[in-house]
């Protein structure tokens, strides 16, 4: 949530700018345009692209069929067998602080900053719902004038205009300026006795004022702003908008007052004899007459010489911006309907598997550890333990958990499972629908009960180690078309490559070598969080799939951080791979810059951690 506010904060600061600069390439022209776009700017502020994305992706569902994703397979190959693993107690000291009092204060300062900003809010909207309540309860009391010289005036210049919504005339006690009380029925509050000292022509020029506020719906313009500035009080952008807008919205009258005839030499003197017998109104929305600047709206006034209309290219300019602010958002969603409305009907539609069969493992093989998603909606699992079916259920790596039992790794099941119908796979490295569905199978099966929490880790970025950009040998783009891959070895039951082989559309990670056929290197970076202790996020910028094979020795720290299986295996001092074995394999780091052309850079970030609460071993079935 707090990455979505700060995101749409810029997002609105950004458009914000760009208004602001056009306004100054429209400097010359009339104050309405440049009313419209600070407008706009304030709008923003209420309107998350977000919004217009999510608007997007629902009409991309109705006009694009679903995808159905990119189906992977991930393959462990171990040598030797399990041995039971101490679990060690989660560290007490994360950066030199008690990782306790490091959660508290975490959890302290959200709902801090939410009372701030809370109380400023409130406390904004209440100072200005007792002044709005104040004269409310003045424009009620004030006498209806039915006819008179204001009232005579006011007809015909509704007449000359074709105002449809007739102007109410309310003569108020209150010595307030002239001005527009309402949003949808206007009413005009006029301060008795200023007639007196107002010739016809000065009290035409009020009145045609006042009438262009009507027109435009100003008091409603500037409920919005102030509704703005209400949510986002602390953005010294909005309180600026708010007084641009003011500025450009008197501007806008004061030219159209002029454009109807109205003397600017008689029209300047209106507005100063208004300002002294009368206050300005408290609310921008109730428009008045003396707003803004008022020593450079007099000299603009007295100065005034008419404004250029907007050239062809500017209108061109102005809708094409517009155009693009909504239309590109709402094209992003589009684009991106088909896998948000995949995932979409997996979390719906695919809760749990319709059948599962949960057994331990035979024995047989303890050299093969495999988990694969295949067509049908079906999830086969072989020799797995619970470290690496609560890791895929959650896809997080095994440092992220906290609490698993002593047996983690000890224990190994078998699981035969299938949903209803046909599943989406969802996105590598993302809680999908087969995650869903094995999550439930974790609680009912073995009982298990896990929160989340986040806590602030290191963790590495995957770059591009080279500044061309160029790739390493070990890693090439790939041709293979997975769908009709996996569609043939659902037909055929082909069975995954033996170990060593390559797999054309899946993952397989031995002891000092990852092999991986169509793979993106955002399954490479998940898959080399097993190894660093740490999590690895994609910023390589590079898209598409890719054929990689990479070997590294298996020194110490590798060893250390290898999956469990794998860890198990060599630690027995089961035979190495030859990729394992060779003498002149570097270590993983030096091998992936200098076999696949990237590297990992240190960087901190916030990391979801699962507590284990509670689990048991499944009974057979």
């Given at each position: 949530m707090?990455?979505?506010?700060?995101?749409?904060?810029?997002?609105?600061?950004a458009f914000a700018a760009v208004c602001?600069?056009?306004?100054?390439?429209?400097?010359?022209?009339?104050?309405?345009?440049?009313y419209a776009l600070w407008f706009a700017a304030s709008a923003k502020f209420l309107i998350p692209f977000e919004v217009l994305s999510r608007l997007g992706t629902a009409l991309g569902h109705w006009l694009l069929p679903p995808d159905a994703g990119h189906r992977f397979t991930m393959v462990l190959d171990v040598v030797g067998p399990p041995i039971v693993r101490t679990v060690v107690p989660p560290a007490t000291r994360v950066f030199g602080v008690n990782a306790t009092a490091g959660s508290a204060l975490s959890a302290v300062i959200p709902g801090v900053i939410l009372a701030t900003w809370l109380v400023g809010t409130l406390l904004l909207a209440a100072r200005w719902v007792i002044q709005w309540y104040r004269l409310a309860r003045v424009a009620r009391c004030a006498r209806v004038i039915a006819e008179g010289r204001e009232v005579m005036i006011l007809r015909r210049l509704e007449d000359d205009r074709r105002v449809s919504r007739r102007v109410i005339v309310l003569e108020s006690d209150l010595s307030i300026e002239p001005g527009v009380f309402g949003w949808f029925r206007p009413r005009l509050l006029w301060p008795r006795g200023i007639s007196a000292h107002l010739d016809d022509s000065q009290v035409e020029a009020i009145l045609a004022h006042e009438l262009s506020h009507v027109g435009r719906y100003d008091n409603l313009i500037a409920a919005v702003q102030m509704f703005v500035q209400a949510v986002?009080?602390?953005?010294?952008?909005v309180w600026w908008i708010g007084v641009r807008l003011v500025d450009e919205r008197e501007r806008a009258c004061d030219e159209d007052?002029?454009?109807?005839?109205?003397?600017?030499?008689v029209y300047a003197e209106s507005i100063l004899t208004t300002c002294r017998f009368a206050i300005e109104s408290p609310l921008t929305c109730v428009a008045g007459v003396t707003g803004a600047d008022l020593k450079r709206r007099i000299e603009t006034i007295l100065n005034h010489r008419g404004t250029k209309a907007l050239t062809v290219t500017k209108r061109a300019v102005l809708m094409g911006a517009a155009a693009v602010a909504l239309a590109g958002p709402v094209g992003i969603g589009v684009v991106n309907a088909p896998r948000v409305q995949a995932q979409a009907d997996a979390s719906r539609s695919y809760d749990r598997f319709e059948v599962a069969s949960v057994k331990p493992n035979d024995g047989k093989d303890v050299r093969r550890v495999a988990m694969m998603m295949q067509p049908g909606g079906r999830l086969q699992a072989t020799n797995v333990?619970?470290?690496?079916?609560?890791r895929f259920a959650y896809a997080i790596q095994e440092f992220q958990i906290v609490g698993l039992p002593e047996w983690k790794d000890s224990e190994r099941f078998d699981i035969n499972a299938k949903a209803e119908r046909e599943v989406p796979p969802g996105q590598l490295g993302a809680v999908g629908p087969y995650q869903k569905m094995l999550q439930a199978l974790l609680a009912d099966r073995f009982k298990l009960t896990a929160h989340l929490e986040k806590r602030e880790m290191p963790i590495y970025a995957l770059v591009a180690a080279r500044a061309d950009g160029r790739l390493g040998p070990g890693l090439r783009p790939s041709t293979v078309d997975c769908a009709a891959k996996m569609a043939e070895r659902a037909r055929q039951g082909v069975p995954p490559p033996p170990p060593g082989g390559l797999m054309q559309c899946g993952f397989r990670v031995g002891p000092g070598q990852m092999t991986g056929g169509s793979m993106p290197l955002a399954q490479l970076a998940t898959s080399l969080s097993n190894f660093v202790q740490r999590i690895v996020v994609d910023r390589t910028g590079i898209d598409g799939n890719f054929d990689l094979d990479l070997k590294y020795t298996l020194d110490q720290t590798t060893m250390a951080n290898a999956p469990g299986p794998m860890k198990a295996g060599a630690i027995a001092g089961a035979p190495p791979t030859d990729a394992a074995a060779a003498s002149d394999a570097p270590g993983l780091f030096t091998a992936l810059q200098e076999q696949l052309g990237l590297k990992l850079e240190s960087a901190h970030g916030a990391v979801d951690v699962l507590v284990i609460e509670h689990v048991d071993k499944p009974t057979p079935d």
């Open positions: 707090t990455a979505e506010i700060f995101s749409h904060l810029w997002q609105s600061t602001a600069l056009a306004t100054l390439a429209l400097r010359n022209n009339r104050a309405q345009v440049r986002f009080w602390f953005h010294p952008l007052v002029l454009g109807c005839g109205s003397e600017p030499d333990p619970l470290s690496m079916l609560v």
